[in-house]
Every structure is written in structure tokens, then in C-alpha cells.
């Protein structure tokens, strides 16, 4: 059943494997005038069959000089590569985090010593990559050429050196910013590389990124070449962390599927894959049917192997260069293009891309020289210049698949034919009451404390975020300290009813869930969502987790692309409150609890929150808004994105939670989960 202290939390958390971390929305920036600035004045006047109406009066004022420290030659600071890389991480390795998110930053610097090992396999050098992981510290050893013994310690440390910039040298590998490791000894307490060619070994060790020690001499008789590096992220950045093996795990087979033959040996287990993508695909499945054999294609550039399923979902795993692109990209869009005009150009028809991708379950990796990723996490490509060549070997390839193939061709035009009916059934039924449900609301929805600027409007709406409480209570310490400019408030009655097992059009059957998907904007297609985030804000007690669980389920049946492309997360507000007389600190944890008395002393007064409406509004609003300059860590919104780790697990985990009781899972809650939450 999972991890269970993950389960203790959350039902459906062990299913979404809700990541816990503190994820800090980034600050707003602020617009400034040297003369006069406008301001606004926003009044909302309520009505009976209205949220509220919106009034702004703009009147001219001076604007009052700030002051500002002298601006000339010392004002200009250089920093060297290392040092830059301490001061704004986010630049390098996105989030910090303490491990309990897969995209924290301690997986990128174990990522960013592995791409190496992994680049010198892709070359043809070492079959075998050695990994441990022990009480925070990293330690990696591959069998490749080993770097340049006279040039290890500028590839370890100077920003923008390395032998990936070299095409002749390294085609088509992962790391080619000429950061990566460089941000792994950047943020370590402790670094140690060391590289072995032809019998001697040039050794370099750093502390936060200040060097302590290099030599270069001989190697003990019989060591092979290759690259070793051994590393403890450093806690006064990450915190008190601790990596996930799971979601190391995922990882590491990951990098197995990419590479058939790649032995990655990892704390006494081997990672290994002789199929590559096709093993992805067949542990994806696991016990479902999929209805036709995979197809397999490999060009020279471009990979793939797919199938369909009876799902109506569409999921592509994607890789570029052995990187995993989990926020897809051009490749993406353009292997789905490529997909779609195959098989149209096979049934000589004009079916939809929509109808013909739906059930597709694909495993999809691209090889290119210069990828240009969106970030330095590298999580979206964004290569144009690669659209058309990938359509057109796409499109010859299921052209051509489908014609030494009549069987399958016959089943995936049915399949294609059943999402059509599928999709007209579900819009004949739900667009009369889309209608009806629009005409009567026009969003005009009594429990929707609206915002002004959504997604459509841009800019303006890049940060919108919908927030879903439950009850009047939590809702009040929220209206008064939001803000009205993007964010909004869904207001629950209660516990919404449970829709495991019911069909979308009970959605508009139920008036809760028909005004909440409504308020989403989702009711005809998720394209059209009108906030950024939707941010689940439930109270710490087991009412409230069964409330979040119902929400999670509401979503994951009907609205999965959501949760999919990462619009969703939990709002963390603080557990415990500690203060004296002259400071309060707030707390998410009983550690961080306990750390704030030793710090306050034994007589500070510590309040336990277990609502939200236990918070007022004025201490709310510190909670709900990004954090400013100057403010203390404690402060500031913390939300928890929530992501799907392994898809094949949710229809299971779904239906023991939130299916028919069984004697099993009331068993299991008794013994698992009510101790902890009623604690």
C-alpha cells in the first residue's frame, strides 16, 4: 500500500504522492514612477445575486522620494561562479527544498553528478555507474575516460568550462550549460572529485565552494579509469533534508530505460534495462491491457514507442539528450502533430487530434546538439527549429506502421471512433447543462469570492490562484487580507460528495461541484482555466484531510490534466505559533516547534492551530501572500505542488480509498491513521 507514514497524513496524498515542501510563490514586482503614481481605490459593493462588483477611482498624487543609498563605483560587486551560484541557487537548481519534492534541489545536484556518468556511456565509455547514498552524502564512480587530470579542478569550479561545449568531444549530451557540477560544489558542505586516467589520479576537494586541497600524482596499481565524486549538500541551504530513495529511484530507471545496457549499482541494488523504452512502457501498464503490441521506432535522432489503452487520458513520458523533460515541450507538441497526421494520412480522414491521442500512451526521446531548455533544470525544450523535421519523420512512421500492420490499424480506428463517441455523448449531455448552468450563474456564484485579473488577461494574470476552503470560518480570515487583484476564494459548504465512480455528467447534477467547476472555468475544456493555481486550504484534523481527499478525487477523476501540468497544490499554513514579548515565530513543524521554544525560552507561549479559522485575518494575511524583503522564513505563502509519481497506481489506490468501504480499509484506518491525526 506505500509508504505508510505518508499515508498517516493524507489519503489521497499516497496516491498523488503530494510532494511535501515549502514551495515560496516569487515575489511581485513592483512598479515605480519618479513623479507621480496613480493610486487606486477599490470598492466592492455586494449585492444579493452578485459576488461583487468592482469600482476603481484613480486619483494623482506625489510620489514621496525613497531613500537610497549613494550610487556610484562601490555599488559595483563582482562575484566569481561559485560564490553566484550560493547567493541565488534558484538561478542554477530552481527550488531548495529538504527532499520531500522531486524537483527539490538536492535530486538536481545528484542529477548534475550522474548526467556526467551517463554522457560518458552515451559515448561508448563505461558500462557501469557505482551510486551510494548514506546519511545525506553522495558518492558517484563511473568507468568512463575520467576528466582531464590537468583540468579537473576548472571543471568542477569555474562556471562555463567544460569538454561539453566540444561537439567533437561529446555529441547530444545532457549537460551542456557548463554549470551543472559546478552548482553541486557550489551548494555542498563538502566536495570531493577525483579523476584516474592511464594509471595516475589528480584528486580536488572544496568546502562551500572554497577549495582546500588539490594534488595529482599516482593511482594504486589496478584502479580503472573513470570519474569519482563523493558530496553532502549543504545544510545551511537546504535545511535539515533527507533523500526519498523512491524518488531516487525513478530516477536512476530512468536513466536505465534511456540507456539499455547501463548497469547503475545503487546502495546494493541494480538498475538495468535491456529494452529501453519499451520496458518504460510495460512497467507503465503494469496490469493493464493495452490494445494492440507496443510499436517501436528508432531513427537517428528520434525515439519512441507507443500504444493505447481504454483510458481516455493521454500520457508521453519525454526525454531529450537522457534528460527527462517532465513539463514536455516542442518535441512534444510536434511528435503529437506528427502522430496525429500519420494516421490521418493513413485513413485518408480528418479525425481529431484529441480523438486520435486520447488513450495514447507514448515514451518519447529526441537527440540534439544544442537543445535549449526553458530553464536550468531543463524541464521543457524549447528548440523550435526541430518542429518540422519530428513531424515529418512521425508522419511517415505511423504512416508506414500502419500499413505493415492492418490489424492494429483496424483497432485503432475503432478506438478512435469509441473516443469520438465518447466525447459527443459527454458534449451532447453536458453542453444543454453547461448551458442552463452558465445562464443561471454567469458567474454570478454566491460561494466564489472572485478576483479581477484571471489568466485570460495575460500578464496581469500570471499569478491568479483560486483558493478552496472549507466553511465560512476559514473563508472569513482569508477575505479580509487577500488580494482582491488575483486572488480568489471557493467557499465548500462542507464535505462535497464523493464522485469516484460517477460520470462527468453528475459534475452538473451536483450543485457544489457544478459551480466549483464553473468557477474553474474547466466545464467545457481544461485549456480554459482562468487561474494559474488551485490551492486546496483544508484545516489539519482528520475532517479536513477527508475534505481534502474529496477535492483530490473530484480532480483526478475528471480534471487529471490539472494535477498534470502542475496547476494544483495545498496550501501549508503554520501548525504551532510561538511567541514572547517581543518576537513570534511561526512554526510547520513539531521540530521547527520545538527549535522556536529553545530559542524564545521555556516560558514563551505556544498556540496550537488546527483550523484556519483559528488564524485572524491579520495574522492570515502573512500566510497567503509571497514573502518580502526583510521578512522572517516563517513568513510568507507555502504551498505544496501536487504531482502523480507513478500514473498506473492512481485507479487502485483510488478505488481502496475512496471506492466501497471494505472491511480491509477500515482496518487499515483504524490502525494506520487514526492515532496520528487525532494527536
Known sequence: MGEEKKTKKSLLEMASKIEKTEKKEPEKKAATKTKKTAAVKIELEKKSDTVGKVEITKTASKAKPKAVAEYNEDSILHLEGLEHIRLRPGMYIGSLGDGTNENDGIYILLKEGIDNSVDEYSQGFGSRIDVDISDGRVKIRDYGRGIPLGKLEQCVSDVNTGAKYNNSVFK????????????????????????????????????????????????????????????????????????????????????????????????????????????????????TNSLYKLFSYKGENISFVLTHTANLDKVVFSFVNGQSTEDGGTHVTSFL???????????????????????????????????????????????????????????LAVDDWLRHNPEIANSLEEKIIKNQKARDEINTVTQKQIREAEKSVSLKIHKLKDC?????????????????????????????????????????????????????????????????????????????????????????????????????????????????????????????????????IYCYSEESRDKAIKELGKSAETTRFKGLGEISPHEFGQFIHPRKDGEPEDVGIHLTPVSIQTLKNVPQVLEFYMGKNTPERREFIVHHLAQEIDA
Open 172 to 287: 547530444q549530451a545532457i549537460g551542456m550549460n557548463g554549470v551543472g557540477i559546478k552548482a553541486t560544489n557550489a551548494l555542498s558542505s563538502y566536495f570531493r572529485a577525483a579523476s584516474i586516467r592511464d594509471g595516475k589520479m589528480a584528486v580536488v576537494e572544496y568546502e562551500r565552494g572554497v577549495k582546500k586541497s588539490s594534488k595529482i600524482g599516482q593511482a594504486k596499481p589496478g584502479v580503472k579509469n573513470g570519474t569519482y565524486l563523493e558530496f553532502v549538500p549543504d545544510s545551511q541551504m537546504f535545511g535539515k533534508y533527507a533523500f526519498n530513495m523512491e524518488m531516487v529511484e525513478k530516477r536512476l530507471w530512468n536513466y536505465a530505460y534511456l540507456n539499455p545496457g547501463l548497469l547503475i549499482h545503487c546502495n546494493g541494488k541494480d538498475y538495468i534495462s535491456e529494452n529501453g523504452l519499451d520496458d518504460l512502457l510495460v512497467n507503465e501498464l503494469g496490469g
Open 337 to 395: 502533430d506528427g502522430f496525429a497526421r500519420g494516421v490521418n494520412s493513413f485513413f485518408k480522414k480528418n479525425y481529431d487530434e484529441k480523438d486520435i491521442t486520447s488513450g495514447l500512451l507514448c515514451a518519447l526521446k529526441i537527440g540534439i546538439d544544442n537543445p535549449m531548455f526553458t530553464s536550468q533544470t531543463k524541464n521543457k525544450l524549447g528548440n523550435v527549429e526541430i518542429r518540422q523535421p519530428i513531424i515529418q519523420e512521425t508522419q
Open 452 to 584: 479581477r485579473y484571471h489568466l485570460q488577461d495575460g500578464k496581469k494574470g500570471e499569478n491568479s490562484m483560486i483558493f478552496i476552503t472549507e466553511g465560512d470560518s476559514a473563508t472569513g480570515s482569508m477575505v479580509g487580507c487577500r488580494d482582491v487583484e488575483t486572488q480568489a476564494i471557493f467557499s465548500l459548504r462542507g464535505k462535497p460528495e464523493n464522485m469516484y465512480g460517477r460520470k462527468k455528467t453528475a459534475l452538473f447534477e451536483n450543485e457544489e461541484l457544478k459551480n466549483l467547476t464553473l468557477s474553474l472555468g474547466v466545464q467545457k475544456d481544461v485549456e480554459n482555466l482562468r487561474y494559474d493555481k488551485i490551492v486546496i486550504a483544508t484545516d489539519a484534523d482528520n475532517d479536513g484531510f477527508h475534505i481534502r481527499n474529496l477535492v483530490m478525487t473530484y480532480l483526478l477523476l475528471f480534471f487529471e490534466e490539472l494535477i498534470l501540468t502542475g496547476h494544483v497544490y495545498i496550501l501549508e499554513t503554520p501548525l504551532f505559533r510561538v511567541r514572547n514579548k517581543t518576537r513570534t
